[in-house]
């Protein structure tokens, strides 16, 4: 199964890279793409990256473990990443749609591209909901808290309100806070990978702030206790992120 596949797809993966590296768009080397049957495959086998994580893994220990980092990041992280850029070479091809686009329509294609559209777009979102760079009390802008004191009454309730919708997601999921249609800041939580761009998915609106409450985002530290990992995981919060989403 892996090798001649692996073969070719590092062959491409490679000769990408080196068409990259003379600066060269394969627009403009047709013979060079057309030695392979599945060309167009170059771009998008490779449509979906992870980013690079802004901080290192062993940076938010305040709340999460070294190795959780690693393993959520590069085994977890990386897998969805990869699935999903196998799930858009079979059901999208050689179109261009965006990630949104495909999740916005999430009813149309396979669970795969549902599972694994869905978490890359969560992973990535998640990274950056995160920093090391924070203050002791780690507390949101005075801006951020009149939205959220708006429509919570205060940072307390809306802390209480988000950390029960984390607590009870049974089994694996998410947390969120999303800005609805009418502006609105409301918070829910969804399933497996779903999110809030999901036409399938009963919470609605543009994430602004997401927690993965699956087991492998805090079970080395906190094993059953998912109550600890939500109130530490409020230290690392990166709020000039949510912020910054909230327009
Ligand atoms: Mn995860």
């Given amino acids: 199964m892996k090798t001649s596949h692996s073969n070719r797809r590092n062959f491409i993966i490679n000769t990408g890279k080196a068409v990259m590296a003379l600066g060269l768009s ?39 473990d070294t190795q959780t980092m690693e393993i959520h990041y590069t085994k977890h992280a990386a897998t969805y990443c990869k699935n999903l850029n ?18 916005s329509a999430i009813s149309k294609y396979s669970p ?16 950056q909901c995160m920093t090391p760079n924070v203050t002791t009390e780690n507390k949101p802008s005075e801006t951020l808290t009149k ?27 998410w947390a969120w806070l999303v800005k609805s249609k009418d502006g609105k800041l409301i918070i829910g939580s969804t399933p497996n990978q779903d999110n809030p761009l999901m036409d399938i998915c009963e919470l609605k609106g543009l994430p602004i702030l997401c927690l993965d409450v699956w ?11 998912r109550a ?13 992120f949510v912020e910054k989403k909230l327009g």
Avoid: C
């Fill in 26 to 64: 394969t627009t403009v080397i047709p013979s060079i793409a057309n030695t392979f049957h599945e060309n167009t495959s170059l771009l998008a086998e490779e449509k979906f990256k992870q980013l690079p994580l802004l901080y290192k893994f062993d940076s938010l220990q305040t709340a999460i």
């Fill in 86 to 103: 196998d799930a858009y070479l079979a059901e999208v091809g050689n179109k261009n749609k965006s990630l949104e686009e495909i999740l």
């Fill in 112 to 127: 795969k591209m549902r599972n694994n559209g869905g978490g890359h777009f969560n992973h990535e979102m998640f990274w």
């Fill in 147 to 173: 939205n959220l004191v708006k429509d919570f009454g205060s940072i307390e309730a809306f802390k209480t309100q988000f950390g029960e919708a984390a607590k009870s997601r049974f089994g694996s999921g």
């Fill in 215 to 225: 087991e492998h985002a805090y079970y080395l530290r906190y094993q059953n206790k």
């Fill in 228 to 240: 600890d990992y939500i109130a530490n995981w409020w230290k690392i919060v990166d709020w000039n």
